[in-house]
DNA sequence: GCCTTGTAGTTACAAATGTCATTATTTTTA
DNA sequence: TAAAAATAATGACATTTGTAACTACAAGGC
């Protein structure tokens, strides 16, 4: 099995080679920093298996996976990050990667799902997953204090904050401000992202 | 029944005061030409149904009937418009309005409907209700073509314009045109009402 | 009493969003 | 074949949206 590693931080990028390479069945054929070198290296070597990081200069770990995924369905890829990042997990989905592992993983353990990642599943890590299918029991709106609540429930409706504003008899600011807050809360970006929770719980 | 009468097109006030006078249970205590006026009106006369225009200068009707709603809870307000806008009847609704009646209707059902509301029921034009309750049978979505039918998809996602621009290798400017055109067909004002409608299908 | 929380506000700023006009290419359809 | 529709793009523009920093006040809990 030949092997891609992508990884801004070189000591990364070292440490894995050395630690996947005592593995008999696979070969880190490549080693790149960011991105944009990721694709060249898959134009020299065409992995099997790319092992990529998320964050990184030049080109993120995202882009590149849909470059490469463009350019050679059959690569698979497994992102790699620090933290679980909801947002990130989707969108590198969304760009192709048919993997994503947390770099806590005990290599063992991460020797063993890069196979099964070539043999073809996809491989999460379970907290991902769950991050992923939000699971109804962590209903992040229970969180909202009761005003928050009114806000949400006015956004989920579609109405700007102009009109929550005249609703609730609040200046449009505090609807700003509030809307702010239950986002943060939900570790969401938008109200439309809110909207789209509230709607599917 | 005492009834206020509020339009700021003097000829409709006038009509529908002659017309509605002539009806042995109702008594025209007021007119009034805007939405201030309107809520002048009801502390001098404190009417039982306020019949109101939903366009109108200085305050509107959306506004007005806020305000009354807040000030006298046992009114009941009836809308009063020239054409089907679902917006604003939502609005409407949302701001404390009972009923909801196209101008065009006979004087007579008009002054049944009334009589209904006053009793207690909401009354919705037949038409206005449909569009309410937004029936799948006229699912609008079915009007957009392939290619808006992925953006409109992505960004029931939850996604940015600028993540829908990389996913379909195109470019943000794109995005932000297609979904102009979206929402013009599908009558909605911005992607969280799109959003919104998408998993309500 | 003091501290925390919830609510509401303002201002300023940056980023995202939506609209319009206008052009160009390709595909479909009549 | 000619016209119409779909796709894609750019630049300018106004508006909306979201964030940050900071103030203020009332209600409860310790």
Redesign the pocket.
């Known amino acids: 099995m030949r092997l891609l590693i992508v990884d801004d931080d070189m000591l990364v990028c070292q440490s894995l080679k050395v630690l996947l390479s005592r593995e008999k069945d696979m070969t880190v054929v490549a080693t790149a920093y960011n991105g944009l070198e990721a694709i060249e290296c898959c134009h020299r070597e065409t992995p099997d298996v790319v092992l990529m990081d998320i964050q990184m200069p030049e080109m993120d770990g995202i882009q590149a996976a849909r470059e490469i995924k463009r350019s050679w369905p059959e690569v698979r890829i497994m992102m790699l990050t620090t933290f679980q990042d909801e947002k990130n997990i989707r969108l590198a989905i969304l760009a192709g990667a048919e993997g994503y592992l947390i770099k806590s993983t005990e290599v063992s353990g991460m020797a063993q799902q890069i196979r099964s990642l070539y043999s073809g599943v996809s491989v999460l890590d379970p907290d991902v997953l769950n991050k992923l299918l939000q699971q109804p029991n962590t209903d992040k709106f229970i969180d909202l204090?009761?005003?928050?609540m009114d806000i949400a429930r006015l956004v989920a409706e579609g109405l700007?904050?102009?009109e929550i504003?005249q609703q609730?008899y609040?200046?449009e600011?505090?609807v700003?401000?509030?809307?702010?807050v239950i986002?943060?809360k939900l570790e969401m970006?938008?109200?439309?992202q809110l909207a789209i929770q509230y709607w599917k719980r």
């Open positions: 204090t009761p005003r928050e700007s904050n102009k504003a609730l609040i200046s600011g505090t700003r401000n509030t809307l702010s986002l943060d970006r938008d109200r439309t």
